[in-house]
């Protein structure tokens, strides 16, 4: 692998993007999907089946007592031309649900940011809830939900000030027994969580102080556009709530690498780079330098490979990236 | 090693995410410091209404002697510091270990704190005018023959703390014995003034949840401004400048505090050198109240070269030295950038440090880890030198000419400004300008506070508003 060097993922902006398509899928429908793009061209990969193929993959990871079969999912993520919208769609369809969507263009949020307009980004992100209430307050019995760590604290914040009970009043419904004021209380059982950087002390604060002490399942994720994504080992106290991602080996495998030396992998414990390489009948990316870091993480039982743990932006980029604006 | 917890309705919180505190010599660890998420912080404030009820359920009369007990506890007892207890020779210790202020400063701002706390019945007396307080318990009342009625702007109140000088939280300290609840950001350097004054509050019997240590990083720092109805906001103007159209928030940002010098006084400008001198360096020149330029209609270069004198004279002493006057910058790299700015600015034709030709030296100083600057008086022979209106955290002022006819309308925004004349028509343009927010007629240092009226806003107007009340009977 290492003879191919490594994957330059500004080669994927700008077109065509039919020369990524593999002659094998000629003339098969394709999607593309985009990343970045607030300034310039936005990087594009093509899919014909992957996306589908790894959320099943996915899905067979998720407890049914949390994620029931056949319950209808809620997607509080990005919309627009990106995977993870049509993504979750598939894997509530695929387990027998239907998922309902909001409108939400991460691309306008950075925008407010760069230009330093903290109270529209906050004015935007009041936008996404109220669309969520109204879904919850639809009578969609949902039980499952896709969300990232800052829409689900948003969330939580919105039930708990009383904002979907009121919601159930405009609506002139009766409010059910024991109230709407936290996620279990509105009716969900399993959140699939990920986007953007989770860390430790989140993930506890998650756990206890929105999610009944564990009572709403939670299982993070590490992916992107390019690998399709990573789960998690359970988290739990005993653990420090620390959270340790396992690549969907054999389609895309993660090393933790030295970041001034992509052919040296870092001991278990040390922090390197993480280096992606995603091989399916579909996309081929060797050796990719994804833009974090994070700690090298032995293989266990469900997964008898390499992870990684306390993913974050990689530290020489830190500084100069707005992430994390949903 | 020590940990100090965040707290959250009063309660300590370890987090699982902590800054470490070093000290500014040695580098040394001294602490870690919890630090709570935004997210945790918002759902903290969806409280305070609770907490608010509870401190309004306290007469006011006895919620001032609590204050006032506080103030002796601070100053006195052995409290809690985390997992430790902390007696007060050992909070000015880590205080001056991590933000390198010298023990002498520590202390003497620490004075403040205690005298505000003690003296709780004089300040807000200041800060209303002599309102009865009997009126806050009930609401309304009558005084002097009117029916008077106050209501809360906000049932919290946020502080995003610095970490430059403790004397500043002489400022947010009296939020309590108003019946508001505080949510505290301290700087990252300086948590141990606010816990400390919070452990004397729960020592003295102010309830738990109307106090909250809520160390976090700038997000969270945002969230306190949101979700408080009021807060203070400490900060330079790239931080300030997001709130400066919200009057929720009350902004504490550079002072260019000065000192303005008439034309009847300016031929007995050298009566007047010591207290220039200690307005610019009095506590190491760290607050907004220290003047940062000085203006004359005349013999500039000679005032200049005066304070530059006395001013020349001040070294670098150890932390713990009992005639410390200047401070160690607790991050090595500022004053290397501050020293490179001036350089950089005195490039535009027009300046002169002239300190640094008496002194002969170069005003950097560097030792180890440690780093200081030594005190700058640069002449500007225009009021639009670059340098002219510049604001440092060491001591610095520029001595600028202008006559003194155009002096106010020219000084711009000006925190303190103490006008050395008795020239009733000046007197009267600076009693009527705007943009002074407190005036000292006549040679008064302007680092000197009178405590009975309002220093930088009015934290009484900022958390009361005025209600029009009527009542009949049935």
């Known amino acids: 692998m290492r003879l191919f060097g490594t994957f330059e993922d500004e080669w994927l902006r700008g077109g065509p993007v039919q020369r990524w398509i593999p002659k094998g899928y000629a003339g098969k429908p394709t999607y593309v999907f985009e990343t970045g793009g607030t300034t310039g061209l936005p990087k594009t990969r093509i899919v014909i089946d992957d996306f589908r193929i790894d959320y099943e993959m996915m899905s067979d990871t998720l407890p049914d007592k949390y994620f029931p079969k056949g319950s209808n999912w809620l997607m509080l993520g990005p919309s627009g031309p990106r995977r993870l919208r049509l993504a979750i769609e598939h894997l509530a369809q695929h387990r027998g649900g239907i998922s309902f969507c909001i409108d939400l263009d991460p691309r306008w949020v950075v925008k407010l940011i760069k230009m330093r307009e903290i109270g529209m980004a906050n004015l935007y992100k009041e936008h996404a809830i109220e669309q969520v209430l109204t879904i919850l307050a639809g009578g969609h019995d949902i039980k499952c939900m896709f969300t990232t760590p800052k829409l689900l604290a948003a969330l939580d914040e919105a039930l708990r000030s009383g904002k979907l009970e009121d919601k159930f009043r405009q609506l002139g419904k009766k409010i059910p027994a024991g109230g709407l004021k936290s996620i279990k209380a509105a009716g969900i059982t399993g959140i699939f969580s990920g986007g953007t950087e989770f860390t430790p002390q989140f993930t506890r604060e998650a756990y206890e102080e929105m999610l009944d002490n564990g009572d709403v399942y939670m299982t993070p994720t590490y992916g992107n556009t390019l690998m399709g994504l990573a789960c998690s080992k359970p988290i739990c106290p005993e653990d420090g709530f620390k959270i340790s991602y396992y690549a969907p080996q054999p389609r895309a495998a993660i090393q933790v690498v030295d970041p001034k030396n992509f052919d040296k992998v870092v001991d278990y414990g040390q922090t390197g780079r993480v280096l992606l390489t995603t091989l399916t009948k579909e996309f081929f990316v060797p050796r990719f330098a994804e833009r974090d870091e994070g700690e090298r993480e032995l293989p266990f039982e469900t997964y008898p490979w390499d992870g990684v743990s306390g993913v974050r932006p990689f530290s020489e980029f830190a500084a100069t990236t707005v992430v994390g604006v949903y | ?474």
């Open chain 2, 1 to 474: 090693m020590l940990h100090i917890p965040a707290l959250r309705l009063g309660k300590p919180y370890t987090s699982l995410n902590k800054t470490q505190l070093v000290h500014h010599v040695t580098g040394e660890t001294i602490a870690e410091v919890s630090q709570v998420n935004g997210s945790q912080i918002v759902r903290d404030i969806s409280k305070m209404e609770e907490a608010r009820n509870e401190l309004q359920a306290i007469p006011m009369a006895k919620l001032m002697h609590m204050v006032k007990e506080a103030g002796r506890i601070f100053a006195t007892d052995t409290l809690p510091c985390g997992d430790q207890m902390q007696t007060f020779e050992d909070y000015i210790r880590n205080l001056s270990s991590t933000t390198g202020s010298p023990m002498v400063f520590c202390r003497r701002n620490a004075g403040k704190v205690e005298y505000v706390l003690r003296n709780i019945d004089t300040i807000i007396a200041g800060l209303t005018r002599g309102l009865d307080m009997s009126i806050l318990d009930t609401g309304h009342g009558t005084q002097d023959g009117r029916t008077l009625c106050f209501v809360p702007t906000c049932s919290s109140f946020g502080a995003i703390l610095p970490s430059n000088s403790p004397g500043v939280h002489s400022l947010w300290a009296p939020t309590p014995a108003l019946k508001i609840p505080l949510i505290l950001k301290p700087g990252r350097e300086e948590p141990w003034t606010p816990f400390r004054v919070i452990q004397a509050y729960l020592k003295a019997g102010i309830p738990p949840a109307a106090v909250n240590f809520c160390p976090t990083d700038h997000a969270g720092a945002s969230e306190i401004l949101r979700g408080t109805g009021r807060s203070m906001l400490f900060g330079d103007s790239t931080t300030t400048d997001s709130y400066k159209n919200d009057h929720r928030v009350e902004l504490h940002g550079p002072g260019y505090s000065k000192v303005l010098i008439g034309e009847d006084k300016i031929a007995h400008w050298k009566d007047y050198i010591d207290i220039i001198a200690e307005s610019i360096a009095a506590n190491g020149g760290r607050s907004c109240i220290n003047v940062s330029a000085v203006w004359v209609p005349s013999h500039g270069k000679e005032i200049a070269h005066a304070l530059s004198e006395k001013l020349a004279k001040i070294q670098v002493r150890a932390y713990d030295d009992p005639n410390a006057e200047l401070a160690a910058f607790a991050n090595p790299d500022v004053p290397d950038r501050i020293s490179g700015m001036i350089d950089n600015l005195l490039k535009t034709p027009g300046a002169t440090d002239t300190t640094e030709k008496v002194r002969g030296t170069p005003r950097l100083v560097k030792e180890g880890r440690c780093a200081w600057l030594l005190p700058a008086i640069v002449h500007c022979e225009t009021y639009d030198h670059p340098l002219a209106n510049k604001e440092f955290l060491f001591p610095y002022a520029s001595v600028v000419e202008c006559p003194q006819s155009d002096m106010v309308k020219l000084i711009g925004p000006t925190l303190v400004a103490t006008a050395i004349t008795e020239d009733k028509d000046f007197a009267h343009v600076l009693l009527n300008s705007t943009n002074v927010d407190r005036l000292n007629l006549g040679p008064i240092p302007t680092n000197r506070l009178t405590w009975d009226q309002p220093h930088e806003g009015n934290l009484f107007t900022h958390l009361y508003k005025q209600r029009a009340y009527q009542q009949s009977g049935f």
